[in-house]
């Protein structure tokens, strides 16, 4: 990248930064955020971190994100990326900073031997669905994606359907 433009891993002084752009994620994608810089701090950098990120800085200024976590696949016996989060703040799209982002995290994925990266894109993310085709990424049609919290999760740990 040119001498203003770094990608690198995130550090613990990124996380207000971090948080920054995972609430301009969830502007983008009409979705509240309720973690706080404590809990993001937490979750990345604390005694038992849940997730990594990689920043692109221009000029010093955290201006792209990639969040992710490892997976396990039980039948390679080895560990998968989770790319939970990629964004890029609309003023930098189409200059090569996400493709910056993914690249770093496949080299990620290689170097730690992982068999794969994986994701999920909104359906109506027209523009996000084309940019991982040209990177060469496949949907998965053989499997739906299934969630479970809220009063679900807590009736479950009581022994209870829920509904």
């Known amino acids: 990248m040119s001498g203003n433009r770094v990608i690198r891993p995130a550090i613990a002084i990124d996380t207000p930064a971090i948080l920054r752009l995972i609430r301009g994620?969830?502007?983008?994608?009409?979705?509240?955020?309720?973690?706080?810089?404590?809990?993001?701090?937490?979750?990345?950098f604390g005694p038992l971190p849940r997730a990594r990120a990689i920043l692109a800085d221009i000029g010093g200024i955290p201006v792209g994100l990639a969040l992710f976590y490892y997976t396990f696949s039980t039948f390679k016996a080895r560990a998968n990326i989770f790319l939970e989060d990629l964004f890029v703040e609309p003023a930098h799209r189409g200059t090569g900073i996400g493709l910056g982002l993914m690249?770093?995290?496949?080299?990620?994925?290689?170097?730690?031997?992982?068999?794969?990266?994986?994701?999920?894109?909104?359906?109506?993310?027209?523009?996000?669905?084309?940019?991982?085709?040209?990177?060469?990424?496949?949907p998965i049609d053989d499997w739906h994606t299934r969630q479970l919290g809220g009063d679900a999760l807590v009736s479950l740990t009581k022994g209870l359907s829920h509904g």
């Open 103 to 138: 690249r770093a995290l496949a080299h990620c994925a290689v170097t730690e031997h992982c068999d794969r990266i994986e994701w999920r894109v909104l359906n109506w993310n027209q523009p996000s669905i084309d940019f991982y085709q040209r990177l060469g990424a496949e």
């Open 25 to 44: 994620l969830a502007a983008y994608e009409h979705l509240d955020v309720t973690a706080t810089e404590s809990e993001l701090h937490e979750a990345l």
